[in-house]
Structures are given as structure tokens and as C-alpha cells.
T-cell receptor
Framework: DTGVSQDPRHKITKRGQNVTFRCDPISEHNRLYWYRQTLGQGPEFLTYFQNEAQLEKSRLLSDRFSAERPKGSFSTLEIQRTEQGDSAMYLC???????????????FGQGTRLTVV | QQPVQSPQAVILREGEDAVINCSSSKALYSVHWYRQKHGEAPVFLMILLKGGEQKGHEKISASFNEKKQQSSLYLTASQLSYSGTYFCGTEIGLNSGYALNFGKGTSLLVTP
């Protein structure tokens, strides 16, 4: 397994268009996360899946954002009616579930850089 | 709340040492450290757990002071490959899991 992969790596879109990103996690990982990173900032948590269930969404995630993880494998993040403020790097990460009190590291993909013009 | 990292930026010569600090206003269960090079994915370095357990990198060490809600990352005998932005992450408790709340990062440049 080569790690977490994301597609596309770069996306330029006009304001108001819809965009969809894909993330393929490490195959045995049941936890999947989406983060957003802007210049000079650390990644900000957006949403979390355990298997196919979306268990948590950040307040940062407006109604224009939706994420899915059908069958607990790959995930997609869709942004509808994009705005210039959506321009950012969208990072996907995955991890395996540890036992109680067992933190396991998250592995990040290289991200999709979105530019809204 | 976002953890606070210091310093914001460091420039070192190869072979010198550096310390990067991370502090939180909330009680910490664990601190996670990542390094990100320009245009690349953040790469896991270390987890420090309450109680003193560490998991991670062989050549980088770290401390975790639970009472002070602080962690420090120690980079000794720095190499050119250590250049990048270092992020600490503190846990956001979620429904059946956790995510990370990252600081703004510390930019490290190691020069020959």
C-alpha cells in the first residue's frame, strides 16, 4: 500500500461551480478525516468517518460541503456553489482504530489544492 | 482552542539544535507532532501520551508536561532534511474517536 492518495492534486474552478475531491485511504484503516489548510495555518478539522458512518462534522463545514464514504472505503468531499473563501488545500487522513486509550497516528495524503477564481 | 507554538520560525546551521514548544489552554491527553515540507503531506513524527509514553521518531525527542499543558520537540544535531514546518496537534474528542486541533506551525530552515 502506497499510503493515502488524493485526486485531483490541483483544481481551479470558477466561483459558483461545484467541485468534488476523492480520497483513497490506507486500505486497512477504518477512520478517515478531512482537513482544510490555508497558507500559514495548520490543518483544520472538517469531518470524520468511522467506516461508512460520518460521525462528526466541524462547525467550519457549511451546508455547501458534503462528504461521503460509501462502503467504508474511499471518500469524496463535494463543495457546492464554490466561493473564493473556499480556496485552500484539502487534506485527507486515515488511521486505524486503536484500543481504549491507544492513540494511533494519522497518515495524511498530499492534498487537493483548490483555487476558486 | 488552537494550541500555541513558539517560535514561529527558526533558522539553523546544520548540526545545531532547536527546541519547538507547544502549549494549550486545555488539559491534554496527548500531543501529536507532524512535519510538513512545502507542497507535501504532513508526516507523522511522534505521539506523546499522558503518563509519559512516547511513540515515534528515533532521532527526534520530545517532552510532555501534563501539568503545564505543554510539549516541546527537541531536534538535535539538525540535518538539512529537518527543514520544514512543524505542527503540534492536540486532541478534539469526537463521537467514538478523535481528531487533531493543530497549531499554526513552526517553520524550520536548516542551512549548510
Amino acid at each position: 500500500d502506497t499510503g493515502v492518495s488524493q485526486d485531483p492534486r490541483h483544481k481551479i474552478t470558477k466561483r459558483g461551480q461545484n467541485v468534488t475531491f476523492r480520497c483513497d485511504p490506507i486500505s486497512e484503516h477504518n477512520r478517515l478525516y478531512w482537513y482544510r489548510q490555508t497558507l500559514g495555518q495548520g490543518p483544520e478539522f472538517l469531518t470524520y468517518f468511522q467506516n461508512e458512518a460520518q460521525l462528526e462534522k466541524s462547525r467550519l463545514l457549511s451546508d455547501r460541503f458534503s462528504a461521503e464514504r460509501p462502503k467504508g472505503s474511499f471518500s469524496t468531499l463535494e463543495i457546492q456553489r464554490t466561493e473564493q473563501g473556499d480556496s485552500a488545500m484539502y487534506l485527507c487522513a486515515s488511521s486505524s482504530r486503536g484500543g481504549a486509550g491507544d492513540d494511533t497516528e494519522a497518515f495524511f495524503g498530499q492534498g487537493t489544492r483548490l483555487t476558486v477564481v | 482552542q488552537q494550541p500555541v507554538q513558539s517560535p514561529q520560525a527558526v533558522i539553523l546551521r546544520e548540526g545545531e539544535d532547536a527546541v519547538i514548544n507547544c502549549s494549550s489552554s486545555k488539559a491534554l491527553y496527548s500531543v501529536h507532532w507532524y512535519r510538513q515540507k512545502h507542497g507535501e503531506a504532513p508526516v507523522f513524527l511522534m505521539i506523546l501520551l499522558k503518563g509519559g509514553e512516547q511513540k515515534g521518531h528515533e532521532k527526534i525527542s520530545a517532552s510532555f508536561n501534563e501539568k503545564k499543558q505543554q510539549s516541546s520537540l527537541y531536534l538535535t544535531a539538525s540535518q538539512l532534511s529537518y527543514s520544514g514546518t512543524y505542527f503540534c496537534g492536540t486532541e478534539i474528542g469526537l463521537n467514538s474517536g478523535y481528531a487533531l486541533n493543530f497549531g499554526k506551525g513552526t517553520s524550520l530552515l536548516v542551512t549548510p
